[in-house]
């Protein structure tokens, strides 16, 4: 979304910046806004101001006036009204043809055949094959989708000047006074006031054309008695000046060369010719069964969740637990890749650094579950990313991450103790649950060194060069990784989306109950029986965000049994509640501390009983469905279990499924069928 590049403003430190140029070496050269003091630093240095939260990207160009803002008015699209939020879709939808050309390539006869194609499509609204929707039924609203040349113009300059957020197009009718139009000799002194002034290379304010718009009006009342007309205020004469076309504008103030070079400096490509065009993500289970790191106990197979960047084939992260694909391990896996990944050389041992980091322009998918859904498109919305779903049963559309699997599957895991290998004739008689050595972190440090020592060091066919070398090449080239405005927002972006009453005491959400002092006067604020909207993260419950509509922030309110909720994800909590609603009649936060110490005891005992088949649901409980780099190695060693026989190949042993075991327990078994155990040696039988 964002780069230290050439003419890029941020916020660093509550001091205004202005990149003024790159240097050798990845310095960059600065000028300070307010005093004009030139210095120097160095693109590590910025980075890491970034991620700390010290700095913040301009998400767009203000008036000087106004300053720096380093947020969008709406924290997400679904925080304005439901009338905006059809528009923005529908500005972006009309764009989105525009914005995958390359700059030279958006001549006006190509803006004109795309809305030429719009209104085509706008014909067969009735018959309901629109692509995008412009009414809501429920809230009984249409909006205008008439435009010209100089509207999608205007589109594409500020999507393009926001680094492709979707809030961008957001119209602003919640900043318009009472009057919305303008009495006709009234817009034509507006008119002819910014033709004259404003559109000069004078470069004259906002002010200037209001007080002349101004003193015209007062000087057309002379003489009348009865109709008189009415002075717009300031901010209708902004909002006018806004909404001229922005090529237009800028040739008119700084010259046609300028105004073509401003605007052609952003856009995508099709063909993903730089990094972080065309980024692939997909999980598969890993080929190999993990053991507990106390007890050397099967686990079972973990989820590996991928995502790779298809111009130069380098990895950018990943996710690796016993979570099953979902919106968690996807939350996971893009928070890895969108950030640096600090010093894997020393904390696993690898020769190379990992280099690649950044927000993807466009997101391939495939049609899972955890893929759809208001929150991870809204997400994908907000930070510049347009995600694209491949159509059903087609994986050869997002074949690279697919390749990716194979080869780690190939060079990694089918060469490690406990493989079960790609299927059950390639295992052969290979026994992988009495093999079985390897811990969760001991794979990750395995995937860190073959994706950075091997992988991206070895030379990729397809790409015809090695990926670490065209990564570094374009670093060396000048290209410069897109970064979120804020790193605070990511977070609040990819949570989780529920809409809740807010009650004296706070929310309840499952049960638990989130308060902050802030809340009281934004509930005094609500209408009676509207619902807050809320965003949390699924992996940790102990807090939540909770939107204010009416200043467009959101709350942070703690869970108030934070000695219950602190690092618990919302599976393990329902879990639990699942388990205390089995058992009592009644719900409460006493009920959920008894429960949560009750289910730890009935873990423990499944790892004791389960010694011949695996645990993931046991090993999901105790990871919290965390990603292996976000689990501490050292974990509190359990009691040493009794020691088992030692494996006979030559025995048939019998698993048994026995009445002592609860119904609850039960379900938290994994199963490998029949087939696959009786390859392992083992026979399933039920009393």
Not at 31 to 58: H, K, N, R, V, Y
Not at 101 to 109: D, H, K, Q
Not at 224 to 240: M, V, W, Y
Request: hydrophobic content about 40%; glycine content about 6%.
């Amino acid at each position: 979304m964002y780069r230290f590049s050439k003419g890029t403003r941020f916020l660093w430190q509550k001091t205004a910046y202005e990149v003024l140029q790159n240097q050798p070496g990845q310095r960059v050269q600065l000028i300070d806004l307010s005093s004009g003091a030139i210095s120097a630093t160095t693109e590590g240095q910025l980075l890491d101001a970034l991620f700390e939260g010290s700095l913040s990207f301009a998400v767009a160009e203000q008036l000087e006036e106004e300053g720096l803002a380093t947020a969008q008015e709406f924290p997400t699209l679904t925080d304005c009204s439901v009338r905006q939020q059809l528009t923005a879709r529908f500005r972006h939808w009309v764009i989105a043809p525009l914005v995958a050309m390359s700059p030279e390539a958006r001549t006006l006869p190509a803006v004109k055949a795309r809305i030429a194609a719009v209104e085509q499509a706008l014909e067969a609204l009735a018959q309901g094959k629109v692509p995008v929707p412009v009414t809501d039924e429920q809230h009984d609203l249409k909006i205008r989708t008439r435009m010209s040349v100089a509207t999608v113009y205007r589109w594409l300059a500020v999507y393009d000047q926001a680094g492709g957020d979707i809030r961008s197009l957001i119209p602003n009718w919640h900043k318009r006074g009472r009057s919305q139009y303008l009495q006709p000799d009234v817009d034509q002194i507006v008119t002819a006031v910014i033709d004259e002034l404003y559109l000069q290379q004078e470069r004259r304010s906002v002010d200037d054309v209001y007080l002349e718009v101004l003193l015209r009006v007062e000087e057309a009342n002379v003489g009348q008695t009865e109709t008189k007309l009415e002075a717009p205020g300031r901010s209708t004469i902004h909002d006018r000046i806004q909404q001229l076309d922005a090529q237009e504008k800028m040739a008119a103030r700084q010259g046609k060369r300028s105004a073509r070079r401003t605007l052609t400096q952003y856009g995508a490509m099709n063909q993903p010719d730089r990094p972080l065009l065309r980024v692939e993500i997909d999980h598969t289970p890993v080929d190999v069964i993990l053991v507990d790191a106390d007890d050397g106990l099967p686990l079972g197979r973990p989820t590996l969740t991928s995502v790779l960047d298809i111009a130069t084939r380098y990895p950018l992260g990943y996710y690796l637990g016993f979570e099953p694909p979902s919106y968690l391990a996807v939350c996971e896996a893009l928070g890895h890749a969108f950030k640096p990944k600090g010093d894997v050389r020393t904390q696993y041992g690898a020769d190379h650094e990992w280099i690649a980091y950044g927000l993807p322009r466009t997101l391939v998918v495939d049609n899972g579950r955890e893929f759809k859904g208001q929150s991870l498109e809204d997400a994908c919305l907000s930070l510049g990313i347009m995600l694209q779903f491949t159509p059903k049963m087609t994986p050869h559309f997002k074949g690279s991450v697919e390749r990716l699997f194979r080869t780690q599957n190939s060079g990694l895991f089918h060469t490690l103790e406990g493989t079960t290998f790609a299927n059950i004739f390639a295992r052969g008689d290979y026994r992988s649950l009495e093999l079985a050595k390897l811990t969760l972190h001991d794979i990750d440090s395995a995937l860190h060194i073959f994706l950075l020592d091997f992988y991206a060091e070895q030379f990729h066919t397809g790409l015809q060069g090695i990926p670490a070398r065209r990564w570094e090449q374009f670093l060396a080239d000048g290209f410069q990784p897109r970064l979120p405005a804020n790193v605070a927002d990511v977070d609040i972006l990819l949570g989780r989306v529920l809409h809740r009453t807010l009650f004296h005491y706070g929310v309840e959400i499952d049960g638990l109950r989130y308060n902050h002092s802030d809340l009281s006067p934004l509930r005094d604020l609500l209408k009676r029986g509207e619902k807050v909207k809320i965003k949390y993260q699924p992996g940790d419950i102990s807090q939540i965000y909770i939107y204010n509509p009416f200043d467009q922030t959101y709350i942070c309110a703690p869970a108030v049994n934070q000695s219950y909720a602190q690092g618990l994800s919302r599976w393990k909590h329902q879990l639990i509640r699942s388990f205390l609603k089995a058992e009592r009649d009644r719900v409460d936060e006493a009920g959920l501390a008894w429960a949560k110490r009750k289910m730890r005891e009935i873990v423990a005992e499944a790892k004791e009983r389960k010694r011949g088949r695996t645990r993931k649901r046991e090993a999901r409980w105790e990871t919290n469905g965390r990603s292996a780099p976000n689990i501490p190695a050292e974990t509190t060693p359990a009691p040493p279990p009794q020691p088992a026989a030692p494996a006979n190949p030559e025995q048939v042993t019998t698993l048994e499924l026995t009445d002592q075991v609860p119904a609850y327990l039960a379900q938290m078994k994994l199963h490998f069928t029949p087939e696959e155990l009786e390859a392992e040696g083992w026979r399933t039988s039920r009393l």
